[in-house]
């Protein structure tokens, strides 16, 4: 939560009091360049914050594994971890069952669903094709399912080693002035080759805000499988949250 991303996050950790693997107790780890601006707890929630200077677009979202491994210590102690980004927003309950497992937590991107010819078909999606990159799959290969980036986690041990692991990738790249297409990622992709997720979440969980109201395209398509949102992206202007 650098920058103009700050603003989102009271909505969504409420959001997440009410609605977020209930009965269990959570917690907030929020990465922030101004966290005299973060409340202390929100509800019965507690919220650690850590600082850590901005870097602009796409450095912010690049380097989030190592940001969370600024928390590493205090999320050692706890037993399952979920990164979200900011600027989303939990609108009903989550499935407690399905998240609190062994193993890591993915969510299936929206991409998955325009080549989608039946409930369980999938598509690779755009993965790395650079096999200079550490992301990089070669060719004719790649996941079932393209995975998004906003929500993921999984059990703690699982999810920080995960964290560990894309660190160094993306530091390997950085020695070699190589940036993976679509950042983070790109590189959680890559892992997730490596390391299959014990479950991969629906679109539920990544529903873009506005097709919560437009059913053209994908709107369409999540309303064609009945897919009902769980977690909303928020419409917003890239350009404006981006700016210095």
Not at 35 to 55: L, M, N, Q
Not at 56 to 62: K, R, S, W
Not at 69 to 83: I, N, P, T
Request: with cysteine; glycine share 6%.
């Amino acid at each position: 939560a650098t920058g103009r991303y700050k603003q989102f996050l009271p909505n969504v950790m409420q959001s997440c009091v009410q609605h977020m693997c209930k009965p269990h107790r959570l917690e907030f780890h929020v990465i922030t360049d101004a966290p005299s601006e973060v409340a202390d707890a929100i509800g019965p929630c507690r919220i650690f914050k850590y600082f850590t200077p901005r870097k602009g677009f796409p450095g912010d979202t690049l380097y989030r594994y190592h940001y969370m491994l600024k928390a590493q210590e205090a999320l050692k102690k706890v037993d399952h971890v979920f990164y979200m980004d900011a600027d989303y927003w939990v609108c009903n309950p989550t499935d407690t069952e399905q998240l609190l497992v062994e193993g890591l937590v993915a969510t299936s991107h929206i991409l998955n669903l325009t080549e989608r010819s039946s409930a369980s078909s999938d598509t690779h999606g755009p993965v790395e094709t650079n096999l200079q990159s550490t992301a990089g799959f070669p060719p004719g290969t790649g996941n079932k399912r393209y995975y998004c980036g906003g929500f993921q986690g999984g059990s703690a041990a699982a999810y920080l080693q995960a964290c560990l692991a894309i660190s160094a990738q993306i530091d390997q790249d950085d020695a070699h002035q190589i940036m993976a297409k679509w950042h983070d990622e790109s590189h959680w992709n890559r892992y997730l080759w490596d390391h299959p997720p014990a479950v991969v979440l629906s679109q539920s969980y990544m529903f873009p805000e506005q097709c919560l109201y437009d059913t053209s395209q994908f709107g369409g398509q999540l309303k064609r499988w009945d897919i009902t949102p769980i977690m909303v992206a928020m419409d917003k202007s890239h350009k404006d949250v981006r700016a210095q």
